[in-house]
């Protein structure tokens, strides 16, 4: 079995639903899971959707119908309004959507998120099974919330393993040749819907095939393959073809956005290759990870931008020492505020991370109680995998370079 993940941009509309149906035309010996996201930018409309029903926004039902219109123009392109079975369903699932957002919310707001967002991809996988059923006639439709059991961490699934691989095991002798189920989904023992966490659909591949010993693993992509460098801040960029577990998790771990960072090691565990490809280019072979080894053959730059730089003393120049390391860390954990890369000194301990307007306040605030507090924002971070000092010299032209950790092969610096 090999299992494909096609993310938002490989089916934002019709002709590109068409399209994931020309790639699958090209692999006809092979048994294929095919994992798909929401829609373009669904996920987002639907995390909007959220706020809206929280909120009481009067344009709730407005946003809803922007969303029900994007998917039912799709489906009109790919099948002329004939299939009518097809339409009645499509309208039922919107209609199950309008009940989960009338009224008042009846779980948290985490909760209520993941009943809500989780829509996106069960509508994205009815619209492309359907049309995957008119070219390829055994192709099944599969919800993927009967395999994979999380716990009730709410937006961040975690995932039980054990009981996943059993159900997988149980359920796999009823899937097709191509079966179409939802990445980004999973379900609680209460049969509740979680999410694992957003751009979370490559990581429900590895889960997948680690649980039915795939094959391989491809993830279809709007690049070419694995980068050294974002497009978006840089003008020349190689496209990498062999890369061993190692680097790539190194990478993603690191914030490289072409591979979502679960979703190697459960690859690496059982030696399951991961291609990365291009759905505008099947003919070309993009990248392969895998155990083979495969020295880079340049450097890797990863950009963060929108970061901020907090440096954290105690009150009583004293110095920062294991407990204080205990509580910072505690406390970060415990609001959810993720550590980009950080530094210790004999009284201040640096740490860098993701701008956010909601979190950022009650976190200085919280460790004021103990500490002095001085923070820098809009700063970038940039990681080089691989580095030098010609690559280091070249980032930093024009920048105060306001933090530098170096471990053998990679540096990390903060700059304004
Ligand atoms: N649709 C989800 C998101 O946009 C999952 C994914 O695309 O991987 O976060
Ligand atoms: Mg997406």
């Not at 948290?108 to 006639?137: C, N, P, W």
């Not at 999973?186 to 990581?203: I, V």
Request: hydrophobic residues 40%.
């Amino acid at each position: 079995m090999k299992v494909f993940k096609f993310g938002g941009a490989s089916v934002k509309d019709a002709n590109a639903v068409r399209n994931v149906a020309r790639i699958l035309s090209l692999f006809p010996e092979d048994r294929i899971l095919v994992v798909v996201s929401a829609m373009g930018k669904t996920t987002n409309a639907l995390e909007k959707l959220t706020e809206a029903f929280f909120g009481k926004w009067e344009k709730k039902g407005e946003m809803l119908k922007e969303i029900r219109d994007f998917h039912f123009s799709i489906a009109r392109d790919l099948f002329g309004g004939e299939e009518t079975l097809f339409f009645t369903e499509l309208h039922n699932t919107f209609a199950e959507l309008e009940w989960e957002i009338e009224g008042e919310p009846e779980h948290s707001f985490d909760q209520v998120y993941d009943q809500i967002v989780s829509f996106g991809e069960v509508i994205s996988t009815r619209i492309v099974h359907a049309y995957l059923r008119q070219q390829f006639k055994d192709a099944m439709w599969w919800d993927v919330r009967d395999w994979i059991r999380t716990d009730e961490t709410w937006r961040e699934g975690k995932v039980d393993w054990e009981l996943t691989a059993e159900r997988i095991s149980s359920g796999l002798s009823g899937t097709g040749r191509i079966t179409v189920t939802q990445g980004f989904l999973g379900s609680t023992a209460e049969n509740f819907t979680t999410t694992l966490g957003r751009e979370g659909s490559d990581y429900t591949a590895a889960i997948l095939a680690w649980c039915m010993d795939a094959e391989s693993v491809t993830i279809w992509k709007d690049v070419p393959g694995v980068l050294n460098a974002d497009p978006k801040w840089f003008d020349h960029t190689v496209l990498i073809d062999r890369l061993t577990y190692q680097d790539a998790i190194e990478l993603s771990y690191y914030g490289a956005t072409v591979i979502h960072p679960k979703t190697l090691k459960p690859l690496q565990n059982k030696g399951i290759p991961l291609y990365v490809r291009s759905f505008m280019d099947p003919s070309q072979p993009g990248t392969a990870i895998s155990a083979e080894p495969a020295p880079l053959p340049i450097p890797c730059f990863i950009f963060k931008v929108n970061q901020v730089l907090i440096s954290i003393s105690p009150k009583d120049f004293s110095f920062i020492v294991e407990e204080n390391l205990r509580d910072i860390f505690d406390l970060f954990s415990r609001m959810g505020v993720h550590i980009n890369t950080m530094q210790n000194s004999a009284i201040s301990f640096s740490v860098c991370i993701q701008a956010d307007a909601r979190k950022l306040p009650d976190l200085i605030q919280a460790l004021h109680r103990k500490y002095r507090v001085l923070y820098n924002e809009n700063v970038e971070l940039v990681t080089i995998r691989y580095y030098n000092q010609e690559t280091i010299d070249r980032v930093t032209v024009g920048k105060q370079i306001l933090l530098e950790v170096k471990s053998r092969y990679t540096v990390q610096m903060v700059m304004k």
